[in-house]
């Protein structure tokens, strides 16, 4: 069951630069730090499903559950992210900007896919 925070972060906790990332955001969160649930897409399958997102999709992008219960996804669960973060406010502005969502969105995907694959656990 996700947590009730003013957003659940549905992560891949099997990938060591996603646990990374997610300290690293913990740390600059610093007092908001407890209004961002952090939760393993393996653990939470069912939330998921419930949200209509299956595990294969919640492993190739990153997915924010607000406390509306509405899912974002992608470089927009990024940017809502990082605008929680006062440290990361500017980055979430220019992440914003016209033109450079499309490219960030290209640049992630390949990311993702590669990273999955050199894991073998790239979905077929």
């Keep these: 069951m ?3 925070t003013s957003i659940n972060v549905f992560y891949d906790a099997q ?3 996603c646990r990374k990332e997610r300290r690293r955001y913990e740390r600059w969160s610093g007092q908001h730090a407890a209004d961002i649930g952090w939760l393993d897409v ?3 399958q069912q939330a998921l499903r419930e949200k209509g997102v299956d595990q294969d999709t919640a492993l190739r992008s990153l997915h924010i ?3 509306q219960g509405q899912l974002i996804e992608g470089i927009d669960a990024y940017r809502l992210l990082m605008a929680r973060i006062p440290l990361l406010v ?3 502005w220019l992440i914003g ?3 450079i969502k499309p490219g960030l969105r290209a640049l992630y995907d390949g990311w993702v896919k590669r990273r999955l694959k050199k894991q073998g656990r790239w979905p077929s």
């Design 65 to 67: 559950e607000t406390a």
């Design 42 to 44: 393996s653990e939470h």
């Design 90 to 92: 500017p980055v979430a």
């Design 97 to 99: 900007l016209p033109g």
């Design 2 to 4: 996700p947590n009730k």
């Design 15 to 17: 990938c060591p630069l």
